[in-house]
């Protein structure tokens, strides 16, 4: 496996069999209770999927069989040497590099235009709610967390999503305001502006794709 092919999902398993060898279901456990499931899509079947490819590429392998009582035969697994340069490789790819995503809140924002002002105000006030509880339910186990010992290093990633909310809450509750407070809040009600459009090919040459086409 190319380092660059290592998923979201693999790269947290790998991370998990660094503390210790595991087995795929106490790793999904692991990963539920650490609350890793707002960061990856996080099923068994996806566990056990990623482990099965973890280990036909040699980065991970069988460290033995157990069984409990009446329960399933469980493989228990440990990170090769492979894995731990896999995973040291991957891991500052994910935090140095570019890796695009095209979330889906952009384009409602691209086409906002083409439904009612108050619509979209409705809408983004909903938005807005949502993402201040989660910010609310989010913010309240970081300082469970940090009271109860946890460094400030295991927890960067949960910082960062509260930054994003942060600021996300804070632009809505703008945003929200001049859709509801104006008589024709950001002249929604204008055509559009003519004026851009030969202003643009003046300034860029025709070549350049313009908004305007879609209008």
């Known amino acids: ?18 503390e210790q060898p595991m087995h795929p279901y106490q790793l999904h456990q692991t990963l539920v209770q650490r609350g890793d499931a707002r960061l990856v899509r996080v099923n068994p079947g996806a566990v056990y999927h990623a482990v099965e ?37 991957r891991l500052r790819s994910l935090l140095g590099d570019d890796h695009p995503t095209y ?4 384009v409602g924002l691209a086409e906002a235009n083409e439904l009612p002002a108050e619509v979209v105000a409705l809408e983004l006030r909903r938005r807005r709610d949502r993402v201040a509880a989660t910010l609310a339910q989010l913010q309240a186990r970081y300082d469970e967390a940090r009271a109860l010992g ?3 290093r295991y927890m960067l ?16 509750d703008g945003l ?10 950001l002249d ?27 209008s």
């Open 176 to 185: 929200v305001t001049d859709l509801e407070d104006q008589a024709d809040p």
């Open 150 to 152: 946890l460094p400030r």
């Open 157 to 172: 990633d949960v910082e960062h999503e509260l930054a994003l909310a942060v600021a996300e809450v804070a632009w809505l």
């Open 53 to 89: 490819r973890l280990e036909r590429d040699g980065l991970v392998e069988a460290l033995g069989v157990d069984r409990e009582g009446g329960r399933p035969e469980r493989t228990t697994y440990q990170v090769t040497p492979e894995g731990r340069a896999a995973f040291g490789t």
């Open 103 to 106: 979330p889906l809140f952009p």
């Open 188 to 214: 929604w009600t204008e055509p559009f502006p003519l004026a851009y459009v030969e202003a643009r090919k003046a300034a860029c040459g025709p070549r350049i794709p313009d908004r305007s086409v879609r």
């Open 1 to 18: 496996m190319a380092t660059g092919d290592l998923s979201a999902v693999a790269v947290l398993l790998l991370a998990l069999l660094h």
